[in-house]
């Protein structure tokens, strides 16, 4: 029986492909557009779109396990239509933001979504990662790419970024083993760094020197809406950042528990997307 994974293009979805064709599985792509889409040949490619539940079906039907991106507004509708078609396990892409109270995009909507199937024979683990290392292109691409200065409000917060990979990695073994089922596994990179910090690792993985200005959070929140940040989306950043200053995010040790290995730090991270950061 097929894997389905949806989000298939995106940060996550990807790795999750690359990471099962590796193991031999089965493989189906969810993508909104199957055109741009490239994926390995191994892949089954499937149109259709988390919004729209009913241009799931075919991607759906023959699928025993499904990696799920999340979409609160369909995602009751989705779980209901992937049960009624056999799916019997789902790995949920959730947010450490339901673990710490502040879930402004609905994640613990998609957990409960899919909870709600389980009496119909579905077996579910909810991936709660916390901040992903890959915002850190939205945040500083432009800054580094162009040698300009990094600028950031809070240098002594201590953030832990977590390799897209990373989640991926542990998104699989969710899928595969049998000893995930009814786990929230949080998520994390290895170690809690500073805003100044976390630009010496990417200094260091992209073997460059980069600067780095502590400015106010409004100077920070500026920059962050002339860039193309929505302002609730700025604001959150801030507040976790302010949070981070008096307490650091908190450390798991999920990837390794899970994959027998360390997971990812933010050089490698930094390594990985050198394209992006020229």
């Not at 989705?78 to 609905?106: H, M, N």
């Not at 915002?135 to 977590?162: C, D, F, Q």
């Not at 699989?172 to 049998?178: F, Q």
């Amino acid at each position: 029986m097929a894997i389905l994974v949806t989000g298939a293009t995106g940060h996550v979805g990807r790795h999750v492909v690359r990471r099962l064709v590796a193991a031999g599985q089965p493989v189906r792509a969810l993508t909104r557009d199957v055109g741009p889409a490239k994926f390995p040949a191994e892949v089954t490619v499937f149109e259709g779109d988390l919004l729209q539940p009913a241009t799931l079906r075919a991607a759906l039907t023959g699928v025993e396990r499904m990696y799920l991106f999340p979409v609160a507004e369909t995602a009751r509708e989705v779980a209901l239509l992937a049960a009624s078609l056999g799916v019997r396990r789902i790995v949920v892409l959730s947010s450490d933001a339901v673990t710490d109270g502040s879930d402004p995009s609905g994640h613990r909507d998609v957990e409960e979504a899919v909870e709600a199937v389980e009496e119909g024979g579905v077996e579910w683990t909810h991936l709660r990662p916390g901040e992903f290392a890959v915002n850190k292109l939205s945040l500083w691409e432009h800054s580094i790419r162009t040698g300009a200065v990094v600028r950031s409000a809070y240098p002594g917060a201590m953030g832990a970024p977590v390799h897209e990979d990373d989640v991926a990695a542990v998104a699989v073994a969710a899928l595969l083993e049998e000893s995930h089922r009814g786990a929230i596994l949080r998520i994390s990179g290895p170690s809690a760094l500073s805003q100044r910090d976390q630009v010496l690792a990417i200094a260091r993985g992209l073997g460059r020197v980069i600067a780095f200005k502590e400015v106010s959070p409004a100077e920070a929140r500026a920059d962050m809406l002339a860039q193309g940040f929505p302002a609730d989306i700025a604001d959150y950043i801030l507040a976790h950042q302010a949070t981070w200053a008096d307490q650091p995010a908190t450390v798991h040790p999920t990837v390794e528990q899970v994959t027998g290995r360390p997971a990812h730090d933010l050089a490698r991270w930094a390594a990985d997307h050198l394209m992006d950061f020229r």
